[in-house]
């Protein structure tokens, strides 16, 4: 193992009050000076640029890039860009990796919602005490990450986090119940799709180098929310493989300062709109050039005309109430409607991404 196998991305803005506890659960975890870690500098106004360049002399395999604020997803887009691993993984600043799944299970005794989706597992409890003092690590997060690419020459490998919000005071698990390996297969890529959905980023997995490169995968800078959900799908979208492993968990802290935690009901709602308009379109469009995924593509229709119920039709942003409500056919080939949706997913990535393939 070495520092061309894995490179370990970390985008931070204003991160001083937590960026050294990210750091140090990475330099916790087996192998961790073997892996390449490049953290990204947007422009912080803080203490962080000092703390970040401390950290790059303690240890060696720490690269910093200092970069003008231009948002996450351009700093991990540099990231990627300066990184060298063949796999590539994503760590957000306050957060942090190795958690031991076990501990955290006198949390759920009586959870408060349990829900499926393939082998992924979500389990949300409410009333939760705070968590941050006397946490449990494991030393084999990105170790088990590995060992999951060298065992099946997966594209993209999926493991779990515990996430806490603070602010509604609940948890929530997302877990792999086993091992498994998805194929390209039309129902995989159904299962898949839902289940990058529901994972919230594009933190807690591995991507392939070669396959990024190969659909010049990156993240949407033009997007100000979801864009890593757009990410992850498109990634497993793309792979020939994936696969899960259930022995990893990823602390995924959600705050109040988070741009996906917004406040202020109405400023939500319009981001969020915005959001689920570009993230639709361009996987709908993706999707759409993809015969082999056509029945795949009429379930993600008829979800995108559940979500634009929510908003006005005005502005065509969304196409207005139709048949895929009600439609039980097994494919659009052929449906005016489709082709009409289709034809709208392209206007809204050019209105919205500002690019097409």
């Known amino acids: 193992m070495n520092n061309k196998e894995l490179s370990i991305i970390i985008p931070v803005y204003n991160g001083q009050d937590y960026i050294v506890r ?16 490049i953290i990204v500098d947007d422009g912080s106004t803080d203490d962080t640029p000092k703390i970040l360049d401390a950290a790059a002399n303690v240890y ?17 887009n540099n990231g990627i860009t300066a990184s060298h691993g063949k796999y590539v993984t994503f760590v957000d600043a306050d957060d942090m990796v190795g958690l031991n799944i076990d501990a ?8 408060s919602n349990i829900s499926n989706i393939g082998n992924m597992k979500i389990t949300t409890a ?6 941050m003092t006397n946490l449990h690590f494991d030393n084999g997060y990105f170790v088990n990450m590995l060992r999951a690419t060298h065992d099946t020459n997966a594209d993209v490998v999926l493991g779990g986090k515990i996430t806490v919000n603070r602010d509604e005071i609940y948890m929530r698990r997302h877990v792999y119940e086993n091992d498994f390996v998805y194929d390209s297969a039309p129902n995989s890529k159904d299962i ?5 959905d529901r994972r919230e980023n594009a933190n807690f997995a591995l991507y392939s180098r070669e396959m990024l490169n190969k659909y010049n995968l990156h993240f949407m800078a033009n997007m100000k929310l979801d864009e890593d959900m757009l990410f992850c799908m498109l990634a497993v979208l793309y792979a020939e493989r994936v696969a899960t492993v259930k022995d990893v968990t990823y602390f995924y802290n959600r705050h109040e300062n988070t ?7 109405d400023k939500r709602m319009e981001k969020q709109k915005v959001a689920d308009i570009q993230r639709f379109s361009y996987l709908l469009n993706e999707l759409g050039r993809m015969p082999k995924y056509s029945k795949t593509f009429t379930c993600w229709v008829k979800e995108y005309s559940k979500k634009g119920t929510k908003y006005t039709y005005e502005s065509g942003e969304f196409p207005p109430m139709n048949c895929h409500y009600f439609c039980n056919e097994p494919e ?5 409607v489709a082709d009409g949706m289709r034809e709208q997913f392209t206007k809204n990535i050019k209105k919205y991404l500002g690019a097409t393939k």
């Open 22 to 37: 990210c750091v140090d659960s990475i330099m916790r975890q087996r192998d961790a000076t073997q892996h390449e870690i």
């Open 332 to 336: 659009c080939t052929g449906c005016f």
């Open 104 to 111: 955290f299970d006198k949390y759920f005794i009586s959870p």
């Open 60 to 76: 060696k395999n720490i690269r910093v890039i200092h970069q003008k604020n231009a948002g996450v997803s351009v700093a991990r």
């Open 259 to 265: 741009l996906s935690n917004i406040v202020d009901y």
């Open 126 to 131: 409410h009333n939760v005490l705070p968590l």
């Open 192 to 196: 898949l799709l839902r289940q990058a």
